[in-house]
């Protein structure tokens, strides 16, 4: 079974901090991690994706993710923060096999304060 | 322009009744899915289909029949609907079945009454 945990809720943060979203995972087989955005009212977007290689994936607008397998995490990062980039942020897992879906954490909310 | 259209984008129920709900993706994917998000529960994936025929069912309920009538279609049919169906519905697609990079539609909030 895949699970996907996200610690944080609600994250607050003011234009230009640094922010960093967590998100960790289960499973035992070969699996895609990715991360979504979802602005209010609307439908997720996609970030950025990681399944194999350099463990640092770059995704659009300045937003990247670290892969860890020791730590089962996969977590996203943005250097700067943008009044726009306040959405809830989705974690989610696919495993390679067999083309199953996304399975998504519970989200984490980001308010960005000028 | 949409790459995905969901209609409608509201819908208003009474329990008991049936609601059609219509998803059409223009980006040439072949694979399509259903989710679900309510207030009581995180993205749930329902349905995904390859090439219009079902390959994979989360959904315990009988009740939700997914329906491919073209490629690019993959509309939702919910029967004796209850008030805990009332959820937003989205639909999406990818190039294959299993692409970690999904497309989303703006959904569908049904509100069950």
């Known amino acids: 079974t895949q699970t996907v945990s996200q610690s944080d809720a609600h994250v607050t943060v003011f234009e230009g901090d640094s922010v960093e979203l967590r998100c960790n995972y289960s499973?035992?087989?070969?699996?895609?991690l990715s991360w979504y955005i979802q602005h209010h009212g609307r439908g997720l977007q996609f970030l950025l994706k990681?399944?194999?290689?350099?463990?640092v994936v770059q995704g659009v607008n300045g937003f990247k993710a670290e892969f860890s397998k020791s730590d089962s995490s996969f977590h996203l990062r943005k250097a700067s923060v943008h009044w726009s980039d306040s959405a809830v942020y989705f974690c989610a897992v696919s495993a390679y096999q067999g083309g199953r879906a996304l399975i998504f954490g519970t989200g984490t909310t980001v308010s960005v304060s000028p | 322009d949409p790459k995905i259209i969901q209609k409608p984008k509201y819908l208003v129920a009474v329990t008991g009744s049936e609601k059609i709900l219509i998803c059409e993706q223009y980006l040439g994917h072949n694979a399509m899915y259903w989710y679900r998000q309510s207030a009581k529960k995180p993205l749930e994936f329902m349905f995904s289909y390859s090439y219009q025929k079902l390959m994979d069912n989360q959904t315990a309920s009988s009740r939700f029949q997914p329906q491919s009538s073209k490629k690019n279609h993959l509309d939702l049919q919910i029967t004796a609907l209850k008030p805990d169906d009332s959820a937003t519905y989205f639909c999406?697609?990818?190039?294959?079945?299993?692409?970690?990079?999904?497309?989303f539609g703006p959904g569908t909030r049904l509100t069950v009454l």
């Open positions: 999406a697609s990818s190039q294959e079945r299993g692409d970690a990079e999904q497309f």
């Open positions: 499973y035992g087989g070969s699996i895609y």
């Open positions: 990681y399944y194999s290689g350099n463990p």
